[in-house]
């Protein structure tokens, strides 16, 4: 019961949280909103005992990229435009679409059941091999830097992408700050 | 740039723990939860948040844009370079049980030394961005 109450109040934030980041006009209070959004889901994680994504998401998620938005935020203006569409169409979309998602989540197995798909494929191999293949206690280490060492390694490259993108992108010596 | 003194002060003495905690994530990552990724990004914080205070040009004086950049190669080296003495040992690419004369103690030090790698990468990474990002002064100017 107190699992359910906690979860439900959480969910109810982000509700709350992503209604007022769309509604809100100030572009720095949606950035911060977005930061709190982040930081509640981070939560939501701790309670899945996800505690490694939860990190992952607020040090990210509601810290650095908050940060960033802060950081391009200096080249918007402070209010987005207001734009009165007709919008009953897109709610009519948004309510199907948000309807068909319910309705299909029905048929997901029940969080934790150990008889589900995804816990059948290759999930009891790597909890019954990590501790004696490396002696480490830590599942979510062992599987992303040894069993999924490919895949890590495409995932720092990627970043390393990313980062060498914008630097292109940004940094090419024309439109950089004089006095750095 | 910030001039108020109580935001000063509190930047000055949580920097470092910050940095320590990164390190901490770094190294724990196979006991605890964490791992380079988160431990980057938190490293890279900790200088962002010094930066965000007293200033970009204050923040690359701690870190230059050149080691900057070196400290992003070298990540994404180290670990391919880990998996290259894989091979040379006549094992499969990123096969760390090669490395030592123990299998487990091989994988351990496979497993801290490629995350390492990823943590330089990231932290490289994200401190760049930040001070790309605020440092750009627009296209028209």
């Known amino acids: 019961m107190a699992e359910f109450l906690i979860n439900g109040f959480l969910i109810f934030l982000l509700a709350i949280i992503a209604v007022v980041a769309i509604r809100s006009i100030k572009i720095f209070s949606t950035v911060m909103l977005a930061g709190a959004y982040s930081l509640i889901c981070a939560i939501i994680f701790v309670s899945l005992d996800a505690v490694d994504v939860a990190f992952t998401e607020a040090a990210v998620g509601a810290g650095l990229s908050t940060v960033l938005y802060i950081a391009a935020m200096r080249h918007l203006p402070k209010r987005e435009k207001v734009v009165n569409d007709n919008t009953i169409f897109a709610f009519i979309v948004c309510f199907g679409v948000g309807c068909l998602l319910i309705w299909a989540s029905f048929d997901l197995p029940v969080i934790g059941d150990p008889m589900a798909p995804i816990h059948q494929h290759v999930g009891p191999y790597y909890i019954s091999n990590t501790k004696p293949d490396m002696g480490i206690p830590n599942l979510v280490t062992g599987v992303l830097a040894s069993y999924r060492g490919y895949d890590t390694l495409g995932e720092t490259v990627v970043i390393f992408t990313a980062g060498l993108g914008v630097l292109l992108l940004l940094g090419d010596g024309k439109n950089r700050d004089k006095n750095e | ?40 990004v938190i490293v890279a914080a900790g200088f962002i948040l010094h930066s965000l205070i007293f200033g970009l040009k204050e923040g690359r004086k701690l870190i230059s844009e050149r080691l900057n950049l070196f400290i992003m190669i070298l990540g994404v080296i180290l670990y391919g370079g880990v998996g290259l003495v894989s091979i040379y040992y006549d094992a499969e690419y990123l096969n760390y049980s090669i490395l030592a004369h123990d299998t487990k103690h091989g994988q351990h030090i496979g497993i801290l030394l490629i995350e390492f790698g990823v943590g330089l990468t990231v932290a490289g990474v994200m401190l760049i961005l930040f001070h790309l990002f605020s440092s750009w002064q627009g296209e028209d100017k």
Do not use: E, S
């Open chain 2, 1 to 40: 740039m910030n001039d108020d003194p109580i935001l000063r002060v509190c930047t000055k003495i949580i920097v470092g723990p910050i940095i320590l905690f990164g390190l901490y994530v770094q190294f724990h990552g196979d006991y605890g939860p964490g791992g380079g990724f988160q431990a980057g």
